[in-house]
């Protein structure tokens, strides 16, 4: 499901409520190219980190697996499906 190779996401938000939870998937795109070469990730990146108002983090998890054939470095990243559980 994951690769060798390290990647980063920072998060900081600037909501009233507490966050919870936090879960995303990542996507590894050819620039220019509409196809997600990152294996279907399930679950997806999460972290179980309370985060106060104005709290950042900063994650480290390994990539994802990529399509056979593509370097990590030549690839655009991006965050895809996202979601947020706010404390009550």
């Given at each position: 499901?994951?690769?060798?190779?390290?990647a980063a996401n920072s998060s900081r938000k600037y909501v009233a409520n507490t966050v919870n939870k936090v879960e995303w998937?990542?996507?590894a795109y050819v620039p220019g190219f509409s196809s997600n070469l990152a294996e279907y990730q399930y679950p997806a990146y999460q972290t179980e980190?309370?985060?106060?108002?104005?709290e950042g983090i900063v994650f480290c998890y390994a990539a994802p697996k990529l399509k056979e054939g593509y370097l990590?470095?030549?690839?655009?990243?991006?965050?895809?499906?996202?979601?947020?559980?706010?404390?009550?």
């Open positions: 499901m994951f690769s060798e190779f390290p998937q990542v996507e980190k309370i985060l106060k108002r104005n990590p470095a030549s690839l655009e990243w991006r965050v895809g499906y996202k979601r947020v559980n706010f404390a009550p």
